[in-house]
């Protein structure tokens, strides 16, 4: 039995294929989801994805959203979605140098909450290309 | 052939008869049986609508005519190239769909697992409103037509309401056609300027959906319009104002006017071929909302995952609305294109029967000057024969009048 998970973004299909297992991030904590979990609807954190096919995982950074486990059929709907394999590292780590200065000069409610959401998404980029096991 | 020729063709004659020399005077008479046949062809040329007035020269017509062929090349490569991106907008608006179609069908199901009536979500609070963000979507490049300049009218029509109802507002300009814009008019304050992409992906509409979503939610716009241009045929496209914030819980999107449209009716339009032409098909699609599963359990608080969703139908509006807009832009330089390169066919039409025209009576100027110059020197020779017969005649009579 295995799972059939389908992660979608608003451009494209990410993911549609069967994997192992999942874990997912969410807000309130990471889950661990095995074939025949009992179905659940959570919302996702800006996070990593880790995939196991066989016994390799794969990482995927997740820009938030949502997802449900029914059946067997995992959909996660985020507004971005990268494979880890596919991120350049030296990109993303500028790209998190960057957050972190706008982070710095943001001044008032709104800039801070604006460099908050940047900052976090830069480094669950950075991770995900680290985190390979 | 200079111009200077021409001019002296449709001068009048006394002018003609001013020439000093015999051989001027020669060269130039069979020329005035010319202004004859060249009046009633200049006022031909002039009075044919759509050519220039009276260019001269051959080289100068033939390096219009040249420029001309060369802009027609690039107006219907400029043409096929939209038709071609036109199918790929199209492609990527079928490929958005798989997610929002999920989300409507989740949207729902939530809402009826709640009571929506009691939840507080930071995005869909309804506040009075004091200031309104408007979010402009434009074009990157030119040569499409009216596109950008109706949009751009429709933003300056909402602002000049607003400011009738006594609102503030700010605008979020999307593309560099509407960047310029406001650019040159300071008067109009302007949050951000952000630039499309060739094809709007998630990442664009992240940036907008951030811009706004901070904007909401710190309280310094009490609402969010869209406006972009609708695709509605490939001559025709309409520049429509959506409300974005606040969302709706159901998920429904709502015009200015207070016109709702279900989230689970879902628009999209395909580029197909009808009797050999291009044209664009609207096909409205209702998303089934199956029945939730009573067991299905919550992981976090149904008000989390509210909040959750939200975002994700925040950036899914604002993609489909940049990809419209794109998909609008594209048709309106189709035709833009199109229609240049039929005048440009014209155009080098009307100019090769001048230049043509021209050509011939250069050739029949020369054809007459040979000839007359050839009858000049015959008449010349006869002359000259005459006179020396006269003088010899003279000459022998002064001889046998000596006697």
């Not at chain 2, 051989?23 to 040329?45: D, E, G, I, K, Y």
């Not at chain 2, 999107?253 to 879902?266: H, K």
Request: glycine share 4%.
């Amino acid at each position: 039995m295995t799972l059939n998970l389908c992660v979608l973004t608003p451009n494209r299909i990410v993911w549609d294929s069967e994997v192992k297992e999942i874990i997912l991030p969410t807000n309130s904590g990471q889950i661990g989801v095995l074939p025949n979990h009992a179905p659940i609807a959570a919302a996702v954190d800006i996070g990593i994805l880790r995939i196991r096919l066989k016994d390799q995982w794969l990482t995927m950074a997740l820009m938030g959203g949502f997802a449900r486990i029914n059946n067997n059929e995992i959909t996660v709907l985020v507004n971005d979605a990268e494979k880890g394999s596919d991120i350049d590292p030296q990109e993303a780590q500028e790209t998190l140098k960057i957050a972190e200065a706008n982070l710095n000069k943001a001044e008032g409610k709104r800039q801070k909450i604006e460099a908050n959401l940047a900052l976090r998404r830069a480094r669950t980029r950075v991770e995900a290309i680290n985190v390979i096991s | 052939m200079s111009c200077s020729n021409l001019t002296m063709l449709v001068s009048p004659k006394p002018s003609l008869s001013d020439a000093s020399t015999l051989s001027f005077r020669s060269v130039l008479n069979p020329f005035q049986q010319n202004p004859a046949t060249a009046a009633p062809a200049a006022p031909q040329r002039s009075s044919s609508p759509s050519s220039a007035p009276i260019q001269c020269g051959l080289r100068e017509l033939r390096t219009r005519i040249d420029s001309v062929k060369n802009t027609q090349k690039i107006t219907e490569a400029m043409k096929l190239v939209a038709a071609a991106k036109v199918r790929r907008a199209q492609e990527a608006v079928v490929n958005a769909r798989p997610f929002s179609e999920t989300l409507v069908e989740v949207l729902y199901n939530i809402n009826e697992q709640l009571q929506t009536d009691d939840i507080d979500i930071p995005l869909t609070k309804v506040r009075p409103v004091k200031k309104v963000a408007l979010v402009v979507c434009t074009g990157d490049r030119g040569l499409c037509g009216g596109f950008n300049n109706s949009i751009l009218k429709k933003a300056e029509a909402r602002i000049a309401e607003l400011k009738q109802l006594g609102l503030d507002y700010t605008v979020i300009s999307v593309g560099k056609k509407g960047n310029s814009y406001f650019i040159r008019r300071p008067y109009i304050p302007v949050d951000r300027f952000l630039e499309g992409g060739t094809l709007p992906t998630a990442k664009e509409a992240q940036a907008i959906a951030d811009d706004v979503f901070s904007l909401f939610v710190s309280e310094e716009v009490d609402k969010v319009e869209l406006l972009y241009t609708k695709f509605v045929s490939l001559v025709k496209s309409d520049p429509v104002i959506h409300t974005l914030l606040p969302l709706s819980p159901k998920g429904e999107i709502c015009d200015i006017n207070g016109v709702c449209i279900d989230a689970a009716e879902d628009e999209f339009f395909r580029l197909t071929t009808k009797e050999g032409k291009l044209t664009v098909e609207r096909d409205v699609v209702r998303t089934k909302t199956a029945d939730f599963e009573a067991i299905l359990q919550f992981e976090q608080d149904p008000v989390q995952i509210l909040d959750a969703l939200l975002p994700l139908y925040l950036n899914s509006q604002i993609l489909r609305a940049l990809q419209e807009s794109l998909a609008s832009e594209l048709a309106a330089r189709m035709s833009a294109m199109s229609s240049a390169t039929d005048n440009a066919i014209e155009l080098k039409k009307n100019l090769s029967i001048v230049y043509n025209r021209e050509r011939q009576a250069k050739i029949t100027g020369e054809i007459l000057e040979i000839v007359a110059g050839k009858e000049e020197e015959n008449d010349h020779r006869k002359r000259q024969d005459r006179k020396e017969e006269e003088q010899y005649l003279a000459h022998r009579f002064r001889g046998s009048f000596n006697y």
